[in-house]
């Protein structure tokens, strides 16, 4: 069992729909949580960076964590064709830097306009 | 653009054969990562340096080593490449260990 569950999709939604997407996890000791984009060809972007519990707000963007549940969330309001892109959850445990960094395996969204 | 730059874009090559990836970090930043992604394993750390030094492995096999040269960018060596090698390397850049972590575009190679 992979420590970092995510759907791969593709998730299809149309422009203007609320986007919901989740990764679980195993490692109690995770303690920050990270969502990124990554469009075709390209790196990924940081998108959110959130630590411990709660929910944190960025414009379109809400990120969500439920350490009790061992998961985590990112919702997309409006949903634009430009959000189309491929999100990956990333966790570091409280004693790590980057280099203790573990990735979901990233969920495909598609807005269609 | 990320300030992180990765050269080649893409890199074709045959099973057996050696190739090096380069990767320019952030201006300021000392901390350069490499990692593996493919379709099925996700992003895979391979390797840490800062400033010159190794500072933590992760999955890299030992048909694969790097480094950090003076001038910080880092180079990544894969040798006797299998067809599973093929992937996406990314480097990622950042000031220390906990801040201003950037990724680079990538590198596609395929090993045919």
């Known amino acids: 069992q992979k420590e970092v569950e995510q759907d791969p999709g593709p998730l299809s939604v149309p422009e203007g729909a609320i986007v919901s997407l989740n990764c679980t996890y195993s490692n109690s000791a995770f303690q920050y949580f990270m969502w990124y984009r990554q469009y075709s060809r390209k790196g990924p972007e940081l998108l959110m960076y959130t630590y411990s519990s709660g929910n944190k707000e960025d414009g379109r963007f809400t990120a969500q964590v439920d350490k009790s549940s061992k998961y985590i969330s990112l919702f997309i309001r409006d949903s634009q064709p430009s959000d189309s892109a491929t999100y990956l959850c990333?966790?570091?445990?409280?004693?790590?830097?980057?280099?203790?960094?573990?990735f979901g395996t990233g969920t495909k969204l598609q807005v269609i306009p | 653009d990320s300030g992180v730059t990765q050269t080649p874009k893409h890199l074709i090559t045959a099973t057996g054969q050696r190739v090096t990836l380069r990767c320019s970090p952030r201006?300021?930043?000392?901390?350069v990562y490499w990692y593996q992604q493919s379709l099925d394993q996700g992003l895979q750390f391979l390797i840490q340096y800062y400033n010159g030094e190794e500072r933590a492995k992760g999955n890299i096999l030992e048909r694969f080593s790097a480094q950090q040269f003076p001038d910080l960018h880092s180079e990544l060596n894969l040798s006797s490449l299998e067809l599973g090698d093929s992937a996406l390397y990314f480097c990622?850049?950042?000031?220390?260990?906990?801040?201003?972590?950037?990724f680079g575009s990538g590198t596609r190679l395929t090993v045919v």
């Open positions: 990333a966790m570091i445990p409280n004693s790590g830097g980057y280099q203790k960094v573990t």
């Open positions: 201006s300021g930043d000392l901390s």
């Open positions: 990622a850049s950042s000031v220390g260990d906990s801040y201003g972590y950037t």
